[in-house]
Nanobody
Framework: QLHLVESGGGLVQSGGSLRLSCTTS????????IGWFRQAPGKEREGVAFINNGGGKTDYADAVKGRFTISRDNAKNSAYLKMNNLQIEDTGVYYC????????????????????WGQGTQVTVSS
């Protein structure tokens, strides 16, 4: 059982950067693939970045490729999303999610596959 908590959101100007963190107060993230998702007002939730449990495989949505970087530190029981060159369309609530998996080579990109979700952290990008 995990209790995921996101942090690091805030208000930033267009072109700025933020680093989101995801940690758990229960259990360990070591055996979980991690995904970052976001939901903008009036829009459906979308996947942003994904990393496998070993940290060697990552995938990104086209909208964030080259700007966002997902990483993890299993020793610190944490995962991160570094967001550079933020744009207004990146505004939304960002969620981390964890998928328990024995597979070590693949990320999990489908939201329905995730077992645990955090409460989210707000990211607002202004012009």
């Amino acid at each position: 059982q995990l209790h995921l908590v996101e942090s690091g959101g805030g208000l930033v100007q267009s072109g700025g950067s933020l680093r989101l963190s995801c940690t758990t107060s229960k259990g360990t993230l070591e055996y979980y693939n991690i995904g970052w998702f976001r939901q903008a007002p009036g829009k459906e939730r979308e996947g942003v970045a994904f990393i496998n449990n070993g940290g060697g495989k990552t995938d990104y949505a086209d909208a964030v490729k080259g700007r966002f970087t997902i990483s993890r530190d299993n020793a610190k029981n944490s995962a991160y999303l570094k967001m550079n060159n933020l744009q207004i369309e990146d505004t939304g609530v960002y969620y981390c999610a964890a998928d328990l998996t024995i597979l070590t080579e693949s990320t999990t990109t489908e939201a329905a596959a995730y077992d645990f979700w955090g409460q989210g952290t707000q990211v607002t990008v202004s012009s």
